[in-house]
T-cell receptor
Framework: SQTIHQWPATLVQPVGSPLSLECTVE??????LYWYRQAAGRGLQLLFY??????ISSEVPQNLSASRPQDRQFILSSKKLLLSDSGFYLC?????????????FGEGSWLTVV | TQLLEQSPQFLSIQEGENLTVYCNSS?????LQWYRQEPGEGPVLLVT?????EVKKLKRLTFQFGDARKDSSLHITAAQPGDTGLYLC??????????????FGSGTQLTVLP
């Protein structure tokens, strides 16, 4: 069966410091990978998605970047964090060209920028 | 851009009551997913509906996809405190093969009081 893990689960970082959130998927090949951000108790905002190694699409202009160095690894980064980057970040995956389009989520990472 | 509106945003009911959550759009979706999310965790898939008019039941939960595939509802019978959580609907885009596959609603926060 497929599993997805992201870490760290909780992170407190000062303004201006770098960020690296990691996500890995097991049990599947060539998945679509996603990074979402969620405001407290609300819906999900798609930040980045990737259809393959080195292929990243950004949905919103922001202080963050994403990379996919390996087929099942997705990394969310920032060189200098802003207070507004605080939030709950979710990594997710889906089967390429799947129908219906179902996305499976990781456990989430709480980021607090202080 | 396809949008999904969920209502109500917040719902607090007593144990044993029935409730319905709605997910509406002016756009047609190829599929509709419902997720439940608990605090500090990633959303968990409850059901996927793909055919207009389709009804699926999951124990005390009944999901319906509108005939025109523009809306969906989630009905819970005899709610229990364990049903408490954030319910998210997500619509799959009609365009096939797109990695940007799901549009999420803003969520309904359900609290079931014992």
């Amino acid at each position: 069966s497929q599993t997805i893990h992201q870490w760290p689960a909780t992170l407190v970082q000062p303004v201006g410091s770098p960020l690296s959130l990691e996500c890995t998927v097991e049990g599947t090949s060539n998945p679509n990978l996603y990074w979402y951000r969620q405001a407290a108790g609300r819906g999900l905002q798609l930040l980045f998605y990737s259809v393959g190694i080195g292929q990243i699409s950004s949905e919103v202009p922001q202080n963050l970047s994403a990379s996919r160095p390996q087929d099942r690894q997705f990394i969310l980064s920032s060189k200098k964090l802003l207070l507004s980057d605080s939030g709950f970040y979710l990594c997710a995956w889906s089967v390429t060209f799947s129908s219906p389009h179902t996305i499976y989520f990781g456990e989430g990472s709480w980021l607090t920028v202080v | 851009t396809q949008l999904l509106e969920q209502s109500p945003q917040f719902l607090s009911i007593q144990e044993g009551e029935n409730l319905t959550v709605y997910c509406n759009s002016s756009s047609v979706f190829s599929s509709l997913q419902w997720y439940r999310q608990e605090p500090g965790e990633g959303p968990v898939l409850l059901v996927t509906v793909v055919t207009g008019g389709e009804v699926k039941k999951l124990k005390r939960l009944t999901f319906q996809f509108g005939d025109a595939r523009k809306d969906s509802s989630l009905h819970i019978t005899a709610a229990q405190p364990g049903d408490t959580g954030l319910y998210l609907c997500a619509g799959g885009e009609v365009k096939a093969g797109s990695a940007r596959q799901l549009t999420f609603g803003s969520g309904t926060q359900l609290t079931v009081l014992p």
